[in-house]
């Protein structure tokens, strides 16, 4: 059996499969490739496979050179990463987009009568593997803004889960320090007690104009973060409900500027 090898097709099929998984890939690692860069990368890519599918007779010698010297050629020149572990990465996720993208355009073919149209069912594989890169990028986004916390007081410390929210700007006028919003429940013990000093600090937001809200100083705060914990000196909490907090995923709402030191 004969089959007809259409080197132009081949080439340019190839090819924008290569830059949209490339491009897939550096989406969900949040890297910023230039596109010039992006092109040369696939192109070298593309053309090292073709130039070893025509002077290797032997197929598996053809695959473990497009796997292992082409690839992670064209993945290197693509983000020109110099740590191993990320180039590992980069490389991994652009096989994962490139099975991806064969898998959902087999898919399109079969289900959806897509056959013979290549650009078709390569525009559906695109827009599938935009749609998870932004779930992806959505769930990372939640998991980073989430921290755990150390809430210094006279009386002991306390662990608590924080939820950084760039949207909470509250600042208490008296002091001129951002206010942190904690569950009443957290601190309740020690304000029955007297031990903490409550005051009211004023607030606007959605349906209230001018609000007052209980708040207090405690000792300090740590945010524990993965490079580098981050101490509060004297910070302001805002003493709230339990029901303003969702699902009781975190006990305290991080001011807006707690990241500015």
Same mark, same amino acid.
């Given at each position: 059996?004969? $089959?007809?090898? $259409?080197?132009?097709?081949?080439?340019?099929?190839?090819?924008?499969?290569?830059?949209?998984? /490339?491009?897939?890939? %550096?989406?969900?690692?949040?890297?910023?490739?230039?596109?010039?860069? &992006?092109?040369?990368?696939? @192109?070298?890519?593309?053309?090292? +496979?073709?130039? &070893?599918?025509?002077?290797?007779?032997? $197929?598996?010698?053809?695959?473990?050179?497009?796997?292992?010297?082409?690839?992670?050629?064209?993945?290197?020149?693509?983000?020109? +990463?110099?740590?191993?572990?990320? @180039?590992? *990465?980069?490389?991994? &996720?652009?096989?994962?987009?490139?099975?991806?993208?064969?898998? =959902?355009?087999?898919?399109?073919?079969?289900?959806?009568? /897509?056959?013979?149209? @290549?650009?078709?069912? #390569?525009?559906?594989?695109?827009?599938?593997?935009?749609?998870?890169?932004?779930?992806?990028?959505?769930?990372?986004?939640?998991?980073?803004?989430?921290?755990? &916390?150390?809430?210094?007081?006279?009386?002991?410390?306390?662990?608590?889960? %924080?939820?950084?929210?760039?949207?909470?700007?509250?600042?208490?006028?008296?002091? %001129?320090?951002?206010?942190? =919003?904690?569950?009443?429940? =957290? #601190?309740? %013990?020690?304000?029955?007690?007297?031990?903490?000093?409550?005051?009211?600090?004023?607030?606007?937001?959605?349906?209230?104009?001018?609000?007052?809200?209980?708040?207090?100083?405690?000792?300090?705060?740590?945010?524990?973060?993965?490079?580098?914990?981050?101490?509060?000196?004297?910070?302001?909490?805002? #003493?709230?409900?339990?029901?303003?907090?969702? !699902? *009781?995923? !975190?006990?305290?709402? /991080?001011?807006?500027?707690?990241?500015?030191?």
């Amino acid at each position: 059996m004969r $089959y007809e090898l $259409y080197a132009d097709i081949w080439f340019l099929t190839n090819f924008s499969m290569d830059t949209i998984a /490339l491009w897939i890939a %550096g989406r969900i690692m949040k890297q910023r490739v230039r596109t010039g860069r &992006l092109l040369l990368a696939s @192109f070298v890519g593309t053309a090292g +496979s073709m130039c &070893l599918f025509f002077f290797l007779s032997d $197929y598996t010698w053809y695959q473990l050179g497009v796997h292992f010297l082409v690839n992670p050629a064209m993945v290197w020149l693509c983000y020109h +990463s110099r740590k191993w572990k990320q @180039f590992l *990465g980069q490389w991994m &996720l652009t096989y994962l987009a490139v099975i991806l993208l064969g898998g =959902i355009m087999g898919w399109g073919v079969t289900n959806l009568g /897509l056959g013979g149209r @290549f650009w078709l069912c #390569l525009a559906v594989a695109l827009l599938f593997l935009l749609l998870a890169a932004k779930v992806v990028d959505f769930f990372g986004r939640q998991k980073a803004t989430v921290y755990e &916390l150390l809430l210094v007081t006279a009386e002991g410390n306390i662990t608590a889960t %924080g939820f950084f929210d760039t949207g909470n700007l509250l600042m208490d006028p008296t002091v %001129g320090k951002p206010v942190h =919003i904690v569950k009443r429940e =957290i #601190l309740k %013990g020690q304000l029955e007690e007297g031990r903490l000093m409550a005051r009211l600090i004023p607030f606007h937001s959605l349906g209230e104009e001018n609000g007052m809200l209980e708040a207090v100083t405690i000792e300090g705060m740590y945010i524990l973060r993965e490079e580098q914990p981050l101490y509060l000196e004297k910070p302001v909490l805002g #003493l709230a409900r339990e029901n303003l907090f969702q !699902y *009781g995923r !975190y006990d305290v709402i /991080l001011n807006g500027r707690s990241m500015d030191k």
